[in-house]
């Protein structure tokens, strides 16, 4: 077997705080997957007006209802998402999860509360992140005001059985 | 017989008897136990325990009644299954029996396979930046690993959070 296998090392990171590299890419799934739906659901009340008015309906970035709508949209992705698991698409997909500042499941409120305060992060040149980097727990300011942690939630033990199960029959296979 | 109410003639006779076999039964019962380890002794019980047939023992035995009177919840009680589990050699045993190819049909395929590929690189790339920030912002003392519910977990082997 050569190489390390998925998860090699990693058995006990599951609880762990969760680092930059993650978060940073777990954020950029979830801007693709939210503008995406979101142009995708434009595109459709654009063809159900057609459909009925006759009419070609544009939509603009500069115009403020799409803007208003695209906010709500975003509240409604981030705030349901981790209000109801704790986890957004692409946080589900790097095995990162929302939970309690004390480890606990996260409460439904608190993640409404993450979503309202998560462009407060944005402010200052993005300074509201720099504490994933910087600071004990990993968390940056929406973290800090609505009581919450992110934590690698993935089975690396269960990515490594299936790497072991996986090699096992080419390994056969190099012995013949 | 107003005279005989309440007293039974037989009660003397009776108490007489019991004054006699009691110290011969305790008699018996010295003289059996120095009889039975006098036996113990003399037989050879390996020799025994050769002509015993064990198949046709076992046969006689009802397994399933057996087991029923088990009660297994006391019995796993008793037992620390966590470090039962420590003690097992899990590649070894993914890698010499059939449980490997049963993980592998059923955890999905090479998107499971590009996902776990994909999660390990980044926790290995949150590692690296995690050190290099140490160094230039001078840590000291290391950080928390985890949340406080969830640290006794996470040294145990991880759980859901």
Redo the contacts between chains.
């Keep these: 077997m050569s190489g390390q296998a998925p998860g090699a090392g990693l058995e006990t990171m599951q609880g762990h705080y969760a680092g930059s590299v993650s978060r940073f890419a777990a954020y950029v799934i979830d801007v693709a997957v939210s503008s995406g739906l979101f142009a995708a659901g434009l595109a459709l009340v654009s063809y159900a007006a057609q459909v009925v008015t006759g009419h070609v309906i544009g939509w603009s970035r500069q115009d403020v209802l799409v803007a208003v709508l695209l906010a709500a949209w975003q509240l409604l992705y981030y705030g349901y998402s981790w209000a109801s698991g704790g986890k957004t698409f692409g946080m589900a997909v790097l095995g990162v999860q929302v939970v309690r500042a004390d480890g606990m499941i996260i409460d439904p409120w608190r993640g409404v509360l993450r979503a309202l305060v998560f462009p407060l992060s944005f402010l200052l040149l993005g300074l509201g992140f720099a504490g994933i980097l910087v600071q004990r727990e990993h968390r940056a300011l929406h973290d800090l005001i609505a009581g919450t942690a992110v934590v690698y939630s993935w089975d690396a033990r269960s990515a490594r059985l299936r790497f072991l199960s996986r090699s096992r029959p080419s390994a056969a296979g190099d012995a013949r | 017989m107003p005279i005989l109410n309440g007293v039974d003639p037989l009660d003397g006779l009776r108490r007489a008897g019991k004054r006699v076999t009691d110290p011969l039964e305790s008699l018996a019962q010295s003289v059996a136990q120095h009889v039975v380890e006098l036996v113990v002794h003399a037989v050879d019980l390996n020799a025994l325990l050769q002509q015993v047939d064990l198949d046709a023992l076992l046969a006689r035995v009802d397994v399933n009644e057996f087991l029923a009177r088990v009660d297994v919840s006391a019995l796993l009680d008793r037992v620390d299954v966590n470090e039962v589990l420590r003690r097992v050699d ?2 070894a045993l ?2 010499e029996t059939d ?6 049909q059923s ?1 999905g395929g090479l998107a ?2 590009a ?6 690189s ?2 290995g ?3 690296f ?2 050190r290099w ?1 140490g160094r230039v ?1 001078r840590r000291r003392h290391p ?9 006794d ?3 145990h ?5």
């Excluded at chain 2, 950080?143 to 406080?148: E, K, Q, R, T």
């Design positions: 899990v590649d993914v890698a449980l490997g190819a049963v993980i592998a955890s499971t396979e996902l776990d590929a994909a999660r390990s980044a926790v790339l949150d590692g930046v995690d920030v912002v950080l928390p690993v985890a949340p406080p519910a969830l640290l977990a996470a040294d082997g991880g759980t859901q959070a």
